[in-house]
């Protein structure tokens, strides 16, 4: 199976950017469906984006369309998220999530396999 480790977070001003990277062991990316979810305090785990095995697909939650970009680097075994005109808002724990079989890539009870998570603070 494969394992997943997220990096990239920290603290950033609004309007800034960050780039999460998440790093593949185990099997090779290019076996799943690459997720990013993330979980603000209090809330449930929500759908951030996906990227298809081969990187020709992608979706994004309306909430982060135009803003975020999903990519995956199968040479390297990663996949990324830049994260551009950040918004308080999208303050949270962010997630990888990796899917052999990609059937919903919305759904985070699709994925089996997940990092530990990198926290993003976005302060106003």
Same mark, same amino acid.
């Given at each position: =199976? %494969? =394992?997943? %480790?997220?990096?990239?977070?920290?603290?950033?001003?609004?309007?800034?950017?960050?780039?999460?990277?998440?790093?593949?062991?185990?099997?090779?990316?290019?076996?799943?469906?690459?997720?990013?979810?993330?979980?603000?305090?209090?809330?449930?785990?929500?759908?951030?984006?996906?990227?298809?095995?081969?990187?020709?697909?992608?979706?994004?939650?309306?909430? %982060?369309?135009?803003?975020?970009?999903?990519?995956? #680097?199968?040479?390297?075994?990663?996949?990324?998220? =830049?994260? #551009?005109?950040?918004?308080?808002? #999208?303050?949270? %724990?962010?997630?990888?999530?990796?899917?052999?079989?990609?059937?919903?890539?919305?759904? #985070?009870?699709?994925?089996?396999?997940?990092?530990?998570?990198? =926290?993003?603070?976005?302060?106003?």
């Amino acid at each position: =199976q %494969v =394992q997943l %480790v997220e990096s990239g977070g920290g603290l950033v001003q609004a309007g800034g950017s960050l780039r999460l990277s998440c790093a593949a062991s185990g099997r090779a990316l290019s076996n799943y469906v690459m997720g990013w979810f993330r979980q603000a305090p209090e809330k449930e785990r929500e759908f951030v984006a996906a990227i298809s095995w081969l990187g020709d697909s992608t979706l994004y939650a309306d909430s %982060v369309k135009g803003r975020f970009t999903i990519s995956r #680097d199968n040479a390297k075994n990663t996949a990324y998220l =830049q994260m #551009d005109s950040l918004k308080p808002e #999208d303050t949270a %724990v962010y997630y990888c999530a990796a899917d052999a079989y990609g059937s919903n890539w919305y759904s #985070d009870l699709n994925y089996p396999y997940w990092g530990q998570g990198t =926290q993003v603070t976005v302060s106003s």
